[in-house]
T-cell receptor, first 118, second 113 residues
Framework: NAGVMQNPRHLVRRRGQEARLRCSPM?????VYWYRQLPEEGLKFMVY????????ESGMPKERFSAEFPKEGPSILRIQQVVRGDSAAYFC????????????????FGPGTRLTVL | KQEVTQIPAALSVPEGENLVLNCSFT??????LQWFRQDPGKGLTSLLL?????REQTSGRLNASLDKSSGRSTLYIAASQPGDSATYLC????????????FGDGTTLTVKP
C-alpha cells in the first residue's frame, strides 16, 4: 500500500506565477488535510477536504489560495500570483474514510512539496 | 482555539543521555496526540500515537506519556544516539475542530558523539 504521495517534491516559481501542488492520499482514504510549514516553525493547518467537499478552510489565506479534492484524481492546492512569503513546505495528510476512524486514527503525511518563490 | 507549546525549543546532549521533551496543549478535548520526527528538509516520520483514553505508548527507546486533564505530554528518549538528532514535533488532534491537527513548533535535538 503506497503511502501519501505529493508532487512535485520541489517547485520553484517567480513572483506572480501560479503554483499547483498535488496530493494523492493513501488507498482507501477519503479525508485530506493540507498543512504549511514556514521556516523554523511547526506545521499550520490550512484546509480539510473530503471528496468533492471542503469541510474546513479556516486556515487558508483569504486570497490567492484554493484547494479541491475531486471525485477522481488527486487533491490540488493552488496558489495564484505567488509572493516570496509563500515560500514554505506544504504537507498533505490523509485519514481513513469512516468518520470515527478518521479522527482517532493516525494521520499519514506525505513527503511534502517545498515551494520556493524567487 | 487549541495552542500547542513545546519546551525546550532546542536541546543539546552528549551521546548516551536520557532526555525528556515536553509538549503542552490548552484544550483537553482531543482525539489523540502524536509525536513526529522531522529531519532537516525532510517530511514527517510518525513516532508514537497516543489515543485520548491512553496514558502512554512505547516503541523501542521511546516512551510517550499523556496527561489529558493537565494538557501535557512528554517524549522520553533513552540512551540517546547521534542518529536521534532531529526536530521533534508534537501534534494534537482535536475532537471539536473536524479532526485537524495542531502542531507545536518543535524541539530541535542535537546528540553529540
Amino acid at each position: 500500500n503506497a503511502g501519501v504521495m505529493q508532487n512535485p517534491r520541489h517547485l520553484v516559481r517567480r513572483r506572480g506565477q501560479e503554483a499547483r501542488l498535488r496530493c494523492s492520499p493513501m488507498k482507501g482514504h477519503s479525508h485530506v488535510y493540507w498543512y504549511r510549514q514556514l521556516p523554523e516553525e511547526g506545521l499550520k493547518f490550512m484546509v480539510y477536504l473530503q471528496k468533492e467537499n471542503i469541510i474546513d478552510e479556516s486556515g487558508m489565506p483569504k486570497e490567492r489560495f484554493s484547494a479541491e479534492f475531486p471525485k477522481e484524481g488527486p487533491s490540488i492546492l493552488r496558489i495564484q500570483q505567488v509572493v516570496r512569503g509563500d515560500s514554505a513546505a506544504y504537507f498533505c495528510a490523509s485519514s481513513p474514510s469512516a468518520a470515527e476512524r478518521a479522527y482517532t486514527d493516525t494521520q499519514y503525511f506525505g513527503p511534502g512539496t517545498r515551494l520556493t518563490v524567487l | 482555539k487549541q495552542e500547542v507549546t513545546q519546551i525546550p525549543a532546542a536541546l543539546s546532549v552528549p551521546e548516551g543521555e536520557n532526555l525528556v521533551l515536553n509538549c503542552s496543549f490548552t484544550d483537553s478535548a482531543i482525539y489523540n496526540l502524536q509525536w513526529f520526527r522531522q529531519d532537516p528538509g525532510k517530511g514527517l516520520t510518525s513516532l508514537l500515537l497516543i489515543q485520548s483514553s491512553q496514558r502512554e505508548q512505547t516503541s523501542g527507546r521511546l516512551n510517550a506519556s499523556l496527561d489529558k486533564s493537565s494538557g501535557r505530554s512528554t517524549l522520553y528518549i533513552a540512551a540517546s544516539q547521534p542518529g536521534d538528532s532531529a526536530t521533534y514535533l508534537c501534534a494534537v488532534r482535536g475532537s471539536t475542530n473536524a479532526g485537524k491537527s495542531t502542531f507545536g513548533d518543535g524541539t530541535t535535538l542535537t546528540v553529540k558523539p
